[in-house]
């Protein structure tokens, strides 16, 4: 029976060339089914516009191309539900949708893979799924975000000690705290869209490595898919996988984030900072200790972090070594994709309920500000307002803070004449016009914690990413 009669493609494509099958355990070794199925949708979404362009250029009849696009939604529904036949002899997914098609389409489906490749196709599926999962995540993100900008409205009044080297440094507010997260994933956000923009341009048309001898309609093929451009050369566009790079780029700088703050947030659930709590809902247990709570979900992000670090690292050392167009070694580089997608979306997930769950200790908070040094500077910036030199108000303030530990008082609770005994250019009464909190509202410039300008940015940052809709609990101010 030929293979118009069967309607199936007899063995591998390729079998035309060959005198033997080929070995089981090689179709084992090289099959890539087991996980590039994900990508059918874009498979299919781009066979059915190459089948358009093929109609366009007369290389279809109008009835071949309803056969194929009506063969193609049967092999969609087949990759939905889970009853597409997986076949190791076929390799892949571009070879899987092209037998399921010829066998509901009959001989029109022999056409579909003219002027293609499986070369121009990867790389096609591979874009359009990109640029799918980079939406997606930054949809993600989005909530993230809201969920962080609420918590930076409530807290907006807390006083906290702010650290450098995990050592109290200058007092900030909790909606500062906040906000600083905010302009991280704001960041993170940003760069998955440009992800998009990078990503965005059809490969389909460079064919295996040097495009093809068919009148191709290279562009009517990108508008359709929604890229909004073609690749340049063919050499480049099969082997290039910047754009899977670029991704794992911006979502490693997403996990260094949410790992940073998990362990912050790690030492501040401990007993000894007790800064934070976590509800019960988002803690584990020991099997062992019957006292334990741990914050499992903050300790696997981070833990994750190395996870999708190796991804990055991975693809980039599977890249390195690669001559022009395509080498097989590129079928390895979904595993790294799919792995850290998957693993950053369920990190974005956890830290969204970490976010929500959080509260402050505020005793705690209150008790871990008494008697501290968190004044210094405010002092020392008072003392240049007053006409000295920076270094030498420096070095004054050091020997303020060296008697207030002295005296085991915080540095609000000197006296005038403590004051006085250092510098004849404290003025009277200033010991009365020190506070933590007036010292948080006295940064009131671009960038500070000063409250007015933070409520500002909060909003600013709210009305860019959800437009019109009303924070719940603002206005601000
Ligand atoms: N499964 C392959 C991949 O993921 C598709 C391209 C194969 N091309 C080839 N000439 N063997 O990269």
Redesign the pocket.
């Known amino acids: 029976m030929s293979v118009e009669e069967s309607g199936e493609l007899p063995g591998k494509p390729w079998g035309g060339r060959f005198s033997e099958p080929t070995d089981r355990d090689v179709e084992a070794f090289?099959e890539?089914i087991s996980f590039?199925r994900r990508l059918y949708r874009e498979d299919i979404e781009g066979s059915r516009a190459h089948a358009r362009m093929l109609r366009r250029i007369g290389l279809l009849t109008e009835e071949e191309l309803e056969q194929i696009l009506s063969g193609l939604d049967k092999v969609a529904a087949e990759c939905a539900d889970g009853s597409l036949p997986l076949r190791i002899e076929w390799?892949?997914?571009?070879m899987h949708v092209e037998k399921r098609l010829v066998h509901h389409a009959g001989p029109a489906g022999l056409k579909i893979h003219t002027a293609r490749?499986?070369?121009d196709?990867?790389a096609t599926d591979l874009r359009l799924y990109v640029r799918r999962e980079a939406g997606e995540l930054s949809k993600s993100v989005e909530a993230l975000l809201r969920r962080i900008l609420l918590r930076a409205l409530e807290y907006r009044n807390l006083l906290l000690p702010g650290y450098t080297h995990t050592q109290q440094a200058q007092p900030i507010s909790g909606g500062y705290y906040f906000g600083a997260y905010a302009e991280r994933f704001l960041r993170d956000r940003s760069r998955l869209l440009s992800v998009i923009e990078n990503t965005n341009l059809s490969p389909l048309g460079s064919g295996?490595l040097a495009g093809s001898t068919l009148p191709i309609d290279r562009e009517g093929v990108a508008r359709e898919l929604g890229f909004s451009g073609v690749t340049q050369n063919g050499l480049d566009a099969v082997g290039d996988r910047d754009f899977v790079a670029d991704l794992l780029h911006a979502l490693s700088l997403l996990m260094v984030h949410l790992s940073g703050w998990a362990e912050e947030w790690v030492l501040w659930s401990t007993r000894e900072f007790g800064l934070i709590r976590l509800p019960d809902r988002l803690l584990t247990g020991s099997s062992m200790m019957p006292q334990k709570k741990n914050p499992d979900i903050l300790e696997l992000i981070r833990g994750k972090t190395g996870r999708v670090f190796s991804d990055y690292g991975g693809l980039l050392v599977l890249l390195k070594g690669l001559p022009l167009s395509?080498n097989?070694d590129?079928?390895e580089?979904?595993t790294f994709l799919f792995d850290a997608i998957d693993q950053t979306k369920a990190c974005l997930a956890m830290m969204s309920l970490a976010v929500e769950g959080m509260r402050f200790a505020e005793d705690r908070v209150a008790e871990v500000l008494k008697g501290t040094e968190l004044l210094a500077t405010d002092i020392a910036e008072d003392l240049v307002r007053f006409g000295m030199p920076f270094r030498e108000a420096h070095a004054i303030v050091g020997r303020i803070v060296a008697l207030a530990a002295r005296k085991e008082v915080p540095l609000e609770q000197l006296s005038d004449e403590d004051f006085q005994s250092f510098s004849d250019r404290f003025p009277k009464g200033y010991a009365g016009t020190l506070s933590l909190w007036g010292s948080v509202e006295r940064r009131s410039h671009a960038g500070g914690p000063a409250p007015r300008t933070v409520s500002r940015r909060i909003e600013a940052i709210w009305k860019d990413l959800f437009g019109e809709e009303p924070m719940p609990g603002g206005p601000l101010r």
């Open positions: 090289t890539s590039d390799e892949d997914i571009h490749s499986r070369n196709q990867v295996a395509y097989r590129l079928q580089d979904k």
